[in-house]
């Protein structure tokens, strides 16, 4: 325990001369706090082209020239081929009543096959092995074969076809299906999608498009559903919470653009345009009901924001208007989990889920106590929303979007919402914050942005997570889980960014068509979800620079040590000698330990590949007097877990040992 500190502090780093003894560690085997099991999670919004061109999986940008407040309908992303005209037409029978605008296609007879294509989200990923699920809708009379193909930008080559017997009539919009499987892989993402047709089948000299789709094989063959390999990314880091749809998605730019859930309901062509909160407009594609499919495919719990009358351009709900809003999220949650012959259960219903989803947490707007909201979120907006949901949901934890700012009293029986983007240094500082709140939190939004010194909201961000910055997570992490059972759990945000056009640098996962890269960060997170515990237990406290949380699991009948240390005194190693009380000599344990590159700013770039953290697992057994020893390098992450290894790996969903 002891640390003499010679220290010359550079930076988030320390460099000093010391001799150490080992901190000694006793965990009792009474006294500690059951934990709820879903500490690790994240936030998803629509930031990053994170949702449209990111974890949804469509491959088509501007699918059906969508409308909305903050943006016309345009011809981005697609092209013309053999010297058609391309133009938007609103017709008098659209496609449906929010799909107004389609895309009309002018040839003459004479110049045979004419079409377009759609250079997609930066890039199409082509395999050969996949079979992508296509369909458009297209109005106008047309005798003949439309064509499908997908194809290199660069060279032309044709990787896949599909020919589809033309179905259209001049009197109403038809919809038109195909499947197309490459008979090779493309070199590189540079592809487009191609449509074509032949001139002289048409009668009118125009055909009409709108919504044309094309999906790769989903994530668990979900229709209108995840990215495989990003879906993968995040499930590999076995989350268990998922707050969604943000964010100052939720809110929306004005009180007329907030994230309306109903929006978002059935058939595509039912869905209008979303203007969305960062600068792009989305298709709704990813709604409520993929969110809660993923969510279930995955088996992480919902914390579900409901709009609660505040926008980020400072739109405040008065309260004679607010009960709408209220009407809104009772709606919604009767939707997630009513019966299926509630008014909104059987809306879920008829969408092919008579089940109720789980739903045990409500949140209340997001960062009310930003765009001057806080007021009136105080005086009545939340109080308001409070009392609604509880008086019809009592078993829901409904929690205020604003922790204790200002000395805000949140009233019972709420939790509270604290999010941290800061700088390591800052997240270590907050090791303790949480040790003596009585309210339950969600740690709905955090993450290392700024290099130490560097900080304050609009300073700059690194490009990337970096290894310095992800001890600085681990440690307030491991912080919260020391009060697991009254923090509900932790998000990390923004937790994906398409490389191709971002508002955010720091995610733990980046991806392009064809590339997802998982952070430094990532590598933490997993570590430390991978070993659940069920309970916390009170351990000898000694903290700085070796931060830890000690407890067990009860399903797979092992004790588990999380520890994380940041700037040890001249960047030695710290020795640690651990006990856990009733843990026999002899006992074996699996000891992971995650160290970083040389250069703390040291960061997974998404451009070479290369991955920076380091991974050693090693078995250990407890001494004759029961003591695990091992040593820790400075800026290290660590897991000793002592389940029989066949037990180690539990079940997320079902919470049991698998
Ligand atoms: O995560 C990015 C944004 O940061 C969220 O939308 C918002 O809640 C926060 O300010």
Redesign the pocket.
């Known amino acids: 325990m002891v640390f003499p500190k010679l220290v010359i502090q550079t930076g988030i780093f320390a460099y000093a001369v010391s001799s150490v003894t080992a901190v000694d560690i006793s965990v009792s085997s009474t006294g500690g706090n059951a934990t709820n099991g879903h500490q690790y999670g994240f936030?998803h919004?629509d930031?990053n082209n994170s949702g449209d061109g990111g974890l949804y999986a469509e491959l088509i940008r501007n699918r059906a020239f969508q409308i909305s407040e903050g943006f016309p309908a345009t011809l981005d992303a697609w092209h013309p081929i053999n010297g058609v005209e391309l133009s938007l037409k609103n017709l008098s029978i659209p496609l449906s009543d929010v799909l107004v605008t389609s895309m009309n296609v002018a040839a003459s007879p004479e110049q045979g096959e004419v079409g377009f294509f759609n250079d997609g989200y930066w890039g199409m990923d082509v395999k050969a092995s996949r079979k992508y699920s296509g369909s458009f809708w297209v109005k106008g009379a047309y005798s003949g074969q439309f064509t499908a193909s997908l194809q290199s930008n660069v060279s032309g080559e044709t990787f896949g076809t599909a020919n589809i017997t033309s179905q259209s009539t001049a009197g109403e919009w038809t919809e038109h299906e195909f499947e197309l499987t490459p008979s090779k892989d493309a070199p590189n993402s540079n592809n487009s999608f191609v449509l074509t047709f032949d001139a002289s089948g048409v009668s009118g000299g125009s055909l009409d498009f709108n919504l044309i789709s094309l999906f790769p094989p989903t994530f668990r063959g979900r229709k209108n559903g995840m990215r495989t390999d990003i879906a993968e990314a995040l499930e590999q880091f076995h989350p268990t919470l998922f707050r969604i749809p943000?964010?100052?998605?939720l809110e929306g730019l004005t009180n007329r653009s907030w994230w309306d859930w109903k929006n978002t309901l059935g058939p595509l062509k039912n869905r209008p345009g979303f203007t969305g909160?960062w600068g792009y407009q989305q298709t709704n594609g990813l709604g409520l009901v993929e969110y809660l499919e993923f969510a279930e495919d995955i088996g992480m719990e919902i914390v579900l924001g409901v709009y609660d009358g505040l926008s980020l351009n400072g739109d405040i709900t008065p309260e004679s208007q607010l009960q709408y809003y209220i009407d809104d999220a009772l709606d919604e949650i009767e939707f997630i989990r009513g019966p299926a012959d509630s008014k909104w259960g059987s809306v879920r219903a008829e969408l092919g889920h008579p089940d109720p989803w789980k739903l045990q947490y409500v949140e209340v707007g997001?960062?009310d106590w930003?765009s001057g909201g806080w007021e009136t979120f105080k005086e009545y907006r939340f109080p308001n929303f409070l009392s609604a949901l509880n008086e019809a949901y009592p078993d829901i934890q409904v929690i205020s979007s604003g922790s204790y700012y200002d000395g805000y009293d949140i009233p019972q029986p709420a939790g509270g919402d604290y999010?941290v983007?800061a700088e390591p240094d800052t997240l270590v500082a907050e090791f303790n914050k949480f040790d003596n709140i009585t309210t339950p939190h969600i740690i709905g939004?955090m993450a290392a942005i700024h290099p130490n010194g560097g900080s304050g909201w609009d300073g700059p961000q690194q490009p990337f997570p970096w290894w310095g910055g992800t001890i600085g997570e681990a440690v307030s992490l491991i912080g919260y889980e020391r009060n697991q059972d009254r923090i509900i759990g932790a998000a990390y945000?923004?937790i994906i960014r398409n490389m191709n056009r971002w508002q955010?640098a720091i995610t733990m996962i980046q991806f392009t068509a064809d590339t997802v890269t998982r952070s430094t960060s990532w590598y933490m997170w997993e570590l430390m979800a991978a070993h659940t515990m069920t309970e916390t237990l009170p351990a000898t406290s000694q903290f700085d620079p070796l931060y830890y949380v000690a407890g067990r699991n009860n399903q797979t009948g092992g004790h588990i040590f999380k520890a994380a240390v940041y700037n040890s005194t001249d960047g030695v190693d710290v020795p640690v000698k651990l006990a856990f009380e009733g843990v026999a000599p002899g006992t074996s344990g699996e000891l992971t330990i995650l160290t970083g590159p040389e250069d703390p700013y040291g960061s997974n770039d998404p451009y070479t590949g290369v991955n920076v953290v380091k991974t050693s697992k090693t078995t250990i057994r407890s001494d004759k007097s029961g003591n695990f020893q091992f040593n820790l390098p400075d800026l290290s992450v660590a897991i000793l877990d002592t389940s029989p290894a066949t037990t180690r790996r539990w079940n997320r969903t079902t919470r049991r040992k698998t």
């Open positions: 936030l919004e930031i943000g964010g100052n998605m909160a997001n960062e930003l999010h983007y939004e945000a923004p955010w």
